[in-house]
T-cell receptor, first 114, second 114 residues
Framework: GAGVSQSPSNKVTEKGKDVELRCDPI?????LYWYRQSLGQGLEFLIY????????KSGLPSDRFSAERTGGSVSTLTIQRTQQEDSAVYLC????????????FGPGTRLTVL | GDSVTQMEGPVTLSEEAFLTINCTYT??????LFWYVQYPGEGLQLLLK?????DKGSNKGFEATYRKETTSFHLEKGSVQVSDSAVYFC?????????????FGTGTRLTVIP
């Protein structure tokens, strides 16, 4: 596609449930990043993929958070046993070799945990 | 560790006023510096960037100069327009590990009134 897409755009869930958030990067972009934007913490880095591997998972806030990427394209961020403090906008960005060091962001998924 | 400190808002200006949003950074290596903008209802977009000391990034009338001696990357525009109303984020990436994950400031909301 022309840009980074994310789904769903909004997700409301109950505390304790698991959620999956999806990111479709720009075709051909090898690097993919997940960030979280919340009122209390601002914009924070979660995890980075180069191809299908995640050399940097340092930003994941707890072991309830995991992510994978398959085929060097689509990525899924999974949050298990959601808590109210997980409520935030989850942003995905991709980066390609043609514009190195320039990340293109998706519209985000707004997660609300009740 | 790496961090960005950004002037807190909100900032309200009249059309055609001069804009400065201050940004300073702390980094262990030689970071690249960015300004991202988030217009109402839209995703994050790269506004401008600078990759080494004394570089000036510019776009849409906005400018910022990478000042290593003062560890700053202040955003300026000589004459703002109503359409510039948005949230502006200063950010850095520090390619120490091969990843370009971004460290963001807290964001500054700009409102331009006619």
């Amino acid at each position: 596609g022309a840009g980074v897409s994310q789904s769903p755009s909004n997700k409301v869930t109950e505390k304790g449930k698991d959620v999956e958030l999806r990111c479709d990067p720009i075709s051909g972009h090898t690097a993919l990043y997940w960030y979280r934007q919340s009122l209390g913490q601002g914009l924070e880095f979660l995890i980075y993929f180069q191809g299908n591997s995640a050399p940097d998972k340092s930003g994941l806030p707890s072991d309830r958070f995991s992510a994978e990427r398959t085929g060097g394209s689509v990525s899924t961020l999974t949050i298990q046993r959601t808590q109210q403090e997980d409520s935030a906008v989850y942003l995905c960005a991709s980066e390609g070799q043609e514009k190195y060091n320039e990340q293109f962001f998706g519209p985000g998924t707004r997660l609300t945990v009740l | 560790g790496d961090s960005v400190t950004q002037m807190e808002g909100p900032v309200t200006l009249s059309e055609e006023a001069f804009l400065t949003i201050n940004c300073t950074y702390t980094a262990t290596g030689y970071p690249s510096l960015f300004w991202y903008v988030q217009y109402p209802g839209e995703g994050l977009q790269l506004l401008l960037k600078a990759t080494k000391a004394d570089d000036k990034g510019s776009n849409k009338g906005f400018e910022a100069t990478y000042r290593k001696e003062t560890t700053s990357f202040h955003l300026e525009k000589g004459s703002v327009q109503v359409s510039d109303s948005a949230v502006y984020f200063c950010a850095l990436s520090d390619d120490q590990t091969g990843a370009n994950n971004l460290f963001f400031g807290t964001g500054t909301r700009l409102t331009v009134i006619p």
